[in-house]
């Protein structure tokens, strides 16, 4: 269905988790994994935005010609995530994307919290894109994408010019590590791309949750990575 809402208010309250579910710092950084290059689909906010890291990573993966496209303007408008406090984007992207095989320019306001790309119901709407949740497909004129659930359990559809270059799914935690476990430095570079460039810190638990035999030289590796990565 479809219904007209007036928005009249300074603060856009922006709700990605159910209201009664909530992530630890653990679950966000492996939601921010699980969204690289992707949209979760969020009728609740009023607006498209996304954090800087989801951002730095996203250009990352653009050709230097789609690159080009991206044009920045100053920003003013307010979210508030769930219960948390109210935050400002100071910046306004406008990025090129594909959605069901289509390319085209997304606004999205950028802020300083470590959230993946939340595509509004208003986005959606003027991309008149429907969403099929009996058949996990989302429709756009005469395409279509599969829909991918992430691991606690948000809708997310792929938008990347470049295509999906980490696992599509993620189910498991074991399967972030299909790259090749056993080359520690590959492991260790693929890990730290696929979260989104997370601290060593963050990346511990799941790294030691999969029972590694070379576990603890992956997670040096990271701590190395860490004093050169520049997101």
């Not at 906010?45 to 010609?65: H, I, M, N, P, R």
């Not at 289509?102 to 208003?122: A, I």
Request: proline fraction near 3%; include cysteine; glycine fraction near 6%.
């Amino acid at each position: 269905y479809h219904q007209k809402t007036r928005t009249s208010f300074s603060t856009s309250k922006v709700t990605f988790f159910k209201s009664d579910f909530t992530l630890n710092e653990e679950g966000t950084t492996f939601l921010i994994g699980e969204t690289t290059n992707k949209a979760l689909l969020d009728t609740g906010a009023s607006s498209t935005v996304c954090g800087k890291t989801w951002f730095k990573v996203y250009e990352e993966s653009l050709t230097d010609l789609e690159k080009a496209e991206i044009h920045s303007e100053k920003g003013s408008k307010s979210f508030k995530f769930g219960d948390g406090e109210a935050v400002t984007a100071l910046e306004k992207k406008i990025i090129p994307i594909t959605i069901c095989g289509k390319d085209m320019l997304l606004t999205v306001h950028v802020v300083d919290n470590d959230v993946p790309l939340l595509l509004s119901r208003e986005s959606m709407k003027n991309m008149k894109l429907i969403i099929d949740m009996e058949a996990d497909k989302v429709y756009m004129g005469d395409g279509e994408e599969n829909l991918q659930i992430t691991k606690s359990g948000h809708v997310v559809i792929p938008i990347g010019r470049c295509g999906d270059k980490f696992p599509e799914e993620s189910k498991e935690i074991e399967s972030t590590f299909m790259i090749n476990p056993d080359d520690t430095k590959k492991c260790a570079a693929h890990l730290h791309r696929y979260f989104a460039h997370s601290s060593a810190n963050k990346l511990k638990p799941f790294i030691t949750a999969a029972n590694l035999p070379n576990g603890k030289d992956i997670i040096e590796t990271l701590e190395k990575l860490d004093k050169t990565c520049e997101f």
